[in-house]
Nanobody, 114 residues
């Protein structure tokens, strides 16, 4: 079974930066396409960024501010988030893409507030 563990979230002021990490373990192809997703209170979970090395893609709302990357050897995916806005406040999750698998990880909370 695959386990996904997200970390790196926190409270940051608008305009600040955070780097999220997602460590994956278990039996899967380490080069599998992965994505970062987020869910804000009262909203549906949305896809934020994907990586299928070497290609990446981003939601319009984060394009130019977020950067997804990975270390295949470590089975870890990263999300560098810059110029954070209050609307980026959400629980962030990583999972496979385009098909996410259960169970999801616990997520990491990002709160952007002055």
């Amino acid at each position: 079974q695959v386990q996904l563990v997200e970390s790196g979230g926190g409270l940051v002021q608008p305009g600040g930066s955070l780097r999220l990490s997602c460590a994956a373990s278990g039996n899967f192809f380490s080069g599998s396409a992965m994505g970062w997703y987020r869910q804000a209170p009262g909203k549906e979970r949305e896809l934020v960024a994907t990586i299928r090395s070497p290609s990446t893609s981003y939601a319009d709302s984060v394009k130019g501010r977020f950067i997804i990357s990975r270390d295949i050897a470590k089975k870890t995916v990263y999300l560098q988030m810059n110029s954070l806005k209050s609307e980026d406040t959400a629980m962030y999750y990583c999972n496979f893409w385009p098909t996410a698998f259960d169970p999801w990880g616990q997520g990491t909370q990002v709160t952007v507030s002055a």
